[in-house]
């Protein structure tokens, strides 16, 4: 896996919050980038112990947690 596929996934995922999107998906983001899915994944669990999928879902429950912390607002 290139390590610039996997540093456009942080990006997309820490600067511009693609994980807000309820329709986007690991697969979808492993498209935008070019990168092979299940390579990503190896990628993905070989350097952070989690799947793409797993990471992805993270950051929604960090983020919905975040707002009902702060506005007590549920996504």
Same mark, same amino acid.
């Given at each position: 896996? @290139?390590?610039?596929?996997? @540093?456009?996934? +942080?990006?997309?995922?820490?600067?511009?919050?693609?994980?807000?999107?309820?329709?986007?998906?690991?697969?979808?983001?492993?498209?935008?980038?070019?990168?092979?899915?299940?390579?990503?994944?190896?990628? #993905?669990?070989?350097?952070?112990?989690?799947?793409?999928?797993?990471? #992805? @879902?993270?950051?929604?429950?960090?983020? +919905?947690?975040?707002?009902?912390?702060?506005?007590?607002?549920?996504?």
């Amino acid at each position: 896996m @290139e390590k610039e596929k996997y @540093e456009l996934f +942080a990006m997309l995922l820490e600067e511009e919050k693609v994980y807000m999107d309820p329709g986007m998906s690991f697969r979808k983001i492993c498209r935008w980038i070019g990168a092979d899915v299940r390579q990503m994944d190896s990628y #993905l669990e070989s350097e952070l112990g989690y799947s793409g999928n797993e990471i #992805l @879902e993270s950051y929604r429950r960090i983020s +919905a947690r975040r707002f009902m912390d702060r506005y007590g607002i549920g996504l």
